[in-house]
């Protein structure tokens, strides 16, 4: 009798424990299940509010995903990439990552107001975030993951921190793999994001390097295939045009999957940053050829990276805030 009764408690702790999908900070822990009694329609509002913006425009999607990658990147997951400039705030928005870049910011503030309608001053901007992102990945056709939950927001932001530690377009292979393990996440992890390329577009300004020709010396990319080139010149002029926008992934633009990866084999990856992931180096370039074979293969590990990468440097416990509107600290 005493046996069954310890298996009954042991059951029971299990089933109200968060371990199976918590994730421990040096604040506390993140679990999906954060919100359940707070406000337990909170993912339904967020997951409503971004399906009616990716079925107005299908772009929303990735901008979405993008939002809450440059978030993470700086500072960690703190929801300081949506506020705008104040007294005391200077904006990431107006970083080199971001600026004529960075959107999306008008569909959190409609989840926002949603969800502080629903449970005042309960769900974080940095959560709506997280959300935000996985549900436009799944939108689109991608893998679903559950979220981990408890992140709060910021009081301020990082302008440098915006401009220096987010992976640029022209960065070389090693500076993007420094930036991705100063924030604990390794190559696996690299290649794996970088297959969000998968949907979503890219400004003319972000590749016009790889098209023309550099000091004489030929194309300035023989890496990239040249009638792939010859296409993106006649949108993408050697001057002007700089906000032009061009398909990451031409074969399914809308769609989410290892399309991408496909792409970079045949050499018309859009990005310098895509390409050298299978000229730079050969372990990221078999995990390329991997994801590009199995579709489940790349859907599992994006899923894993995705929690992993929310993961960065939360704000928990009684630290930072929920803010009432995503563009301001409270009062």
């Given at each position: 009798m005493a046996n069954s009764l310890s298996f009954l408690l042991a059951l029971s702790l299990l089933a109200f424990s968060p371990l199976c999908f918590c994730h421990k900070t040096p604040g506390g822990y993140l679990y999906p299940q954060f919100y359940d009694r707070s406000c337990p329609r909170a993912k339904e509002i967020v997951k409503s509010v971004v399906a009616k913006a990716v079925a107005r425009e299908t772009r929303m999607a990735a901008s979405l995903l993008r939002l809450h990658f440059h978030d993470c990147f700086v500072k960690g997951c703190d929801a300081s990439i949506l506020l705008d400039s104040s007294q005391n705030v200077i904006t990431e928005k107006m970083s080199v990552p971001n600026q004529n870049s960075a959107r999306g910011f008008?569909?959190?503030?409609?989840?926002?107001?949603?969800?502080?309608?629903?449970?005042?001053?309960?769900?974080?901007?940095?959560?709506?975030?997280?959300?935000?992102?996985?549900?436009?990945?799944?939108?689109?056709?991608?893998?679903?993951?559950?979220?981990?939950?408890?992140?709060?927001?910021?009081?301020?932001?990082?302008?440098?921190?915006?401009?220096?530690?987010?992976?640029?377009?022209?960065?070389?292979?090693?500076?993007?793999?420094?930036?991705?393990?100063?924030?604990?996440?390794?190559?696996?992890?690299?290649?794996?994001?970088?297959?969000?390329?998968?949907?979503?577009?890219?400004?003319?300004?972000?590749?016009?390097?790889?098209?023309?020709?550099?000091?004489?010396n030929g194309l300035a990319d023989f890496t990239l295939d040249q009638s792939f080139a010859a296409q993106l010149r006649t949108r993408c002029p050697r001057s002007g045009g700089d906000q032009n926008l061009f398909v990451m992934d031409f074969v399914s633009p809308t769609k989410f999957d290892n399309s991408y990866f496909k792409n970079l084999l045949a050499s018309k990856g859009l990005l310098n940053s895509d390409e050298v992931l299978v000229t730079k180096s050969q372990v990221s370039k078999q995990l390329v050829q991997q994801y590009a074979e199995n579709n489940e293969l790349f859907f599992e590990q994006f899923a894993k990276s995705m929690v992993k990468m929310g993961n960065i440097s939360p704000i928990t416990g009684s630290s930072g805030e929920i803010r009432k509107s995503c563009r301001k600290v409270n009062s």
């Amino acid at each position: 009798m005493a046996n069954s009764l310890s298996f009954l408690l042991a059951l029971s702790l299990l089933a109200f424990s968060p371990l199976c999908f918590c994730h421990k900070t040096p604040g506390g822990y993140l679990y999906p299940q954060f919100y359940d009694r707070s406000c337990p329609r909170a993912k339904e509002i967020v997951k409503s509010v971004v399906a009616k913006a990716v079925a107005r425009e299908t772009r929303m999607a990735a901008s979405l995903l993008r939002l809450h990658f440059h978030d993470c990147f700086v500072k960690g997951c703190d929801a300081s990439i949506l506020l705008d400039s104040s007294q005391n705030v200077i904006t990431e928005k107006m970083s080199v990552p971001n600026q004529n870049s960075a959107r999306g910011f008008e569909v959190i503030d409609e989840i926002k107001s949603a969800l502080e309608k629903e449970c005042p001053s309960t769900v974080s901007c940095a959560d709506i975030l997280a959300l935000a992102a996985r549900d436009s990945t799944v939108l689109t056709g991608g893998p679903n993951w559950e979220v981990p939950l408890g992140r709060r927001d910021s009081r301020g932001a990082s302008l440098s921190g915006s401009n220096s530690n987010i992976p640029a377009p022209n960065n070389t292979f090693q500076t993007i793999l420094t930036k991705f393990k100063l924030k604990k996440l390794d190559i696996v992890d690299l290649v794996a994001l970088s297959g969000s390329h998968t949907i979503g577009n890219a400004r003319c300004t972000t590749f016009r390097q790889r098209l023309y020709i550099q000091s004489g010396n030929g194309l300035a990319d023989f890496t990239l295939d040249q009638s792939f080139a010859a296409q993106l010149r006649t949108r993408c002029p050697r001057s002007g045009g700089d906000q032009n926008l061009f398909v990451m992934d031409f074969v399914s633009p809308t769609k989410f999957d290892n399309s991408y990866f496909k792409n970079l084999l045949a050499s018309k990856g859009l990005l310098n940053s895509d390409e050298v992931l299978v000229t730079k180096s050969q372990v990221s370039k078999q995990l390329v050829q991997q994801y590009a074979e199995n579709n489940e293969l790349f859907f599992e590990q994006f899923a894993k990276s995705m929690v992993k990468m929310g993961n960065i440097s939360p704000i928990t416990g009684s630290s930072g805030e929920i803010r009432k509107s995503c563009r301001k600290v409270n009062s």
